[in-house]
């Protein structure tokens, strides 16, 4: 998982409450056995019409959104069931960071064990960045981990929290299997002391 310190990115308004993960990537396209290839599903019934062509009236298909990578979206976002997928195809598409003022638990923790930050604000202040990205075209949020603050390119700025484990793990880019790795040479000296079957042990012994 790559190191997240900073990042700049365009920002795009989903302006929706209780976007649930059905409608993130519809249950139809789960049968892939990959992680990628996920993004050209990704709100695949709000984005395309039955004949594949793009629905015009959708945010991410307006042409000044083309590329964001910075999602602002409504309360409760990722709710639904469980699927990983869900911040699979987010990050597919090019989505790294998401601002919303509240997510369902499980999304929330997905989106930071696949390296995305997931930053909760007030719905007042998420509100007032839905009126900036609106009002100017090609507006851009820059997201300091460290420092935990979002700034716009107007220099509109909020700070946030973020647990610190979470923090910790996006900064160093650890995902599980790189927490394990970070403990490699004790997990060895396990092994190798433990390298005699245990039913020969319990021979010895009796």
Not at 88 to 95: C, H, T, V
Not at 187 to 198: G, S
Request: proline content about 3%.
């Amino acid at each position: 998982m790559k190191k997240f310190q900073t990042f700049t990115g365009l920002a795009a308004p989903l302006n929706r409450v209780d976007v649930d993960t059905d409608q993130i990537i519809p249950k139809q396209f789960l049968k892939r056995v990959e992680r990628t290839g996920f993004g050209q599903f990704l709100f695949n019934d709000w984005r395309f019409n039955e004949d594949g062509s793009e629905k015009t009236d959708f945010v991410l298909n307006e042409t000044r959104y083309k590329g964001a990578s910075v999602l602002v979206a409504g309360n409760n976002f990722g709710c639904g069931s469980s699927r990983e997928h869900a911040p699979w195809s987010l990050e597919d598409y090019g989505f790294t960071v998401i601002v919303a003022p509240s997510y369902a638990d499980i999304f929330k923790t997905n989106c930071f064990k696949n390296g995305m930050l997931p930053i909760e604000l007030g719905t007042t202040i998420v509100d007032e960045w839905f009126q900036r990205i609106d009002a100017n075209e090609g507006y851009e949020i820059t997201v300091d981990l460290n420092a935990q603050t979002i700034t716009g390119s107007d220099g509109f700025s909020s700070s946030f929290e973020v647990d610190a484990f979470r923090k910790h793990c996006l900064l160093e880019g650890l995902d599980d299997i790189g927490l394990s790795l970070a403990h490699e040479s004790k997990i060895t000296a396990y092994e190798q002391d433990h390298n005699t079957p245990w039913q020969a042990a319990v021979a010895k012994a009796s």
